[in-house]
């Protein structure tokens, strides 16, 4: 959900957002479906990608609980 919003209001597919991070496809479908939560490292490139800071882009986590 958290990567999927930014993915959409940056306007990639997760093709282009992979590529732009070079985080992998399935990795982005994973953090997405909340199947894995991902390293720093990850997040930093996603958030570097989405054009978004960091603590933007994990904004809804904290606001889910």
């Not at 957002?17 to 990795?27: D, I, N, P």
């Not at 054009?51 to 882009?57: A, F, I, S, T, W």
């Amino acid at each position: 959900v958290i990567v999927g919003k930014a993915r959409v209001r940056a306007g990639l597919t997760i093709d282009q957002l992979s590529e732009a991070s070079g985080v992998s496809r399935q990795t982005i479908l994973n953090l997405g479906s909340g199947k894995h939560y991902g390293d720093l490292k990850t997040w930093l490139k996603l958030s570097k990608a989405l054009d978004v800071r960091l603590d933007e882009l994990l904004a809804p986590v904290w606001e889910e609980r």
